[in-house]
């Protein structure tokens, strides 16, 4: 079971990094594995649209365009302090 | 055996494959149709020397050749079946230098399915100032492939290209590196093999576990696919997600050893552009502001190109009659014909301004911003932010633009877009709205500098995007879906419009829009003048005799004007024009109006052709004034009143905002939702739509 503590890609703040760990849905996940969002890649939140959805992010050197709820389902590294 | 070589051309979105598709064939480019689906199939030509010529299969930009949406189904129908007419000899997959990580995934499929390959690096000049660059010649080494440095904007490298196309149809060099398969997957892959005699084995999976995608295979062996996977208890998604996590993998491994990136990651301009244009509140001014500055222009700086064409058929039509013996074929040619085809061609000037913005628009990449800007909006009415391309193209033409919501991967946000598309205002409304703006709205200025013309034509856009965005909403507490759809979008990089594109954009859809409609047009103003000429028995001329015996003591001029009027009236069209007024005279339209909306059914731009023809049959033959002022001098016979008073013109403005009237949109609609219950149910709703509000605008106006 996934503990109810983990940083998703929508928890990030602008201009905040993250590592992929994982994701939450099997299906979205071959999307974005398919867009080079792969576990143990770097992810920079870049933008909030106006009315805090859809969010764009920095990764594999490109921008991506998300919905938040998309983001959700993308699984961070926990942060080492 | 195919007479000519195929070439396919693909790659990622915005890799810039369509200016190499452009660069390689120049103007020798067709649309056509993939056999058994809808989607189009761009096609070019280019000669390789004095006895080689190839065609050049352009096919939907795609990340991978798992498809998401109809428009990328093509690519895996193509690249999967050897036995299709389309089939290419040789692959080129354009790739963005700038970010070759991921454009590589799909020249790994795509070359692991045995066709020989060519990959073309593209936009190396990006790559450059981000700090990246290519050694192409260790890449070609470790692939065993061709690689082509291209810069497809500017045609640097194309024949380089084209030298590099010839050797690959004689070596046909592939890269083959199929994925690490558990031995689930060797088992499925090799039963399928032997079942269907296929020899590479990446092919053979993919039947495995994209089947029911496939519609080559047929029913049956769809069926028969299905049990074998199921034996086999093989797991599609597991094994998508493996074989990409597995490629990027090993792109990873050969990009480390011929990628140098040099220097820090700065912020690129187009960073610092989306820092604006994506902000919290100038990201809304800015995309209205466009909007207006799009409205504005289009009725503003069109004006004077219209005005001169106005004259110049008005002036045609009196000299042809000056220099021309008096006869019935001369009335055909100038009363019919020509004041037909002149109130249409009247409207390039406006369309080509549309199409220009629109072009531009999609070209710079704004397009994808405007994605974003408006998707959480737009979903409480039953769409996806991707629907906004397809309204905003509406604004051009319906019918491109319900083809291009294929884009949508998901079917319940796709069909609301299809629904609501007509209701945003086409450039062929753009006429009818003109003409009777300029009858009813005065040409002033308010706070200086804003057209009130261009702030009424504005309103009636905003009404039919607001229809939409409503119709959307009922739809969505209608339909119900349980599928899954998603956004994930990439935000391409700001480009320069290549300027070019936009000129042949403009020049294809004027070209379209004045053949098309010209047809349409030129015929349906041959019969409206027949039926405006010739009446059952001889009505006609009872009609003239009555008028003649009732007025004798009119002058010369003033009773020729009665008599065409009443010769009008028994005639045929005005038959059917009486027949239909007590339908139409709750919204305030008498029987001249109602003969112009018959005929505007099959194509709402014929709206003002027939009104043209209409009223100069009516006219007296002398007076070769411009439409607009003949217009304005109409009476309504029964009311006395102007016919095209202000009440009445506003009814009409809305009756057309909101009518289906297009025969063009109903077959698209039939083609893409595959029957005709969806396009039955859209003339439906429309229908009733334009014709209540029309009576509630007449009835409260009057």
Known sequence: ?81 | MKEKKVIALLGNPNAGKSSLFNQLTGLRQKIGNFPGVTVDKKVGFCRLDSKTDIEILDLPGTYSIYPNSLDEQVVLEVLANPNHPEYPDVAVVVADASNLKRNMLLFEQVSDLGIPTILALNMLDVAQEMGISVNSGKLSKILGVPVVELNARMGIGIDGLKYTIMNQLEAKRTHINPPILDEKSEAVASEVRKKYNISNKYLALQYAAQYPKMMFLGDDAQKDLQSLVARHDFNADAFQSAETINRYHDISGTLTQVIDETGEQKETVSEKIDKILLHKIWGYVIFIGILFLIFQSVFSFAEYPMDLIDQSVAGLNDWLKSVLPDSVLVSLLTDGLIAGVGGVVIFIPQIAFLFAFISILEESGYMARVVVLMDKLIRRFGMSGKSVVPLISSMACAVPAIMSARTIGSWKDRLITIMVTPLMSCSARLPIYTILIALVVPNDKVLGIFNIQGIALMGLYLLGFLSALIAGWIMKLILKSKERSYFIMELPTYKMPRWKQVGFMILEKVKTFVFEAGKVIVAISIVLWVLASYGPGNEMEQAEQQVVAANPTVPQEELASKIASVRLENSYAGHFGKFIEPAIEPLGYDWKIGIALITSFAAREVFVGTVSTIYSIGADPEDESTIKERLKNEINANTGQPSFSVATSFSLLIFYVFAMMCMSTIATVYRETKGWKWPLIQLGYMSVLAYVAALIVYQVLK
């Open chain 1, 1 to 81: 079971m996934v503990s109810f503590q983990e940083k998703t890609v929508a928890d990030l703040n602008i201009g905040e990094k993250g590592i992929i760990n994982d994701f939450k849905d099997p299906s979205m996940s071959l999307k974005l594995l398919e867009m080079g969002c792969l576990p143990g890649t770097e992810v920079t939140l870049d933008f909030i649209a106006p009315l805090g959805c859809p969010i764009g992010i920095r990764v594999a050197g490109y921008h991506l365009s998300l919905r938040k709820k998309e983001a959700a389902t993308i699984v961070l590294k926990p942060n080492q302090a």
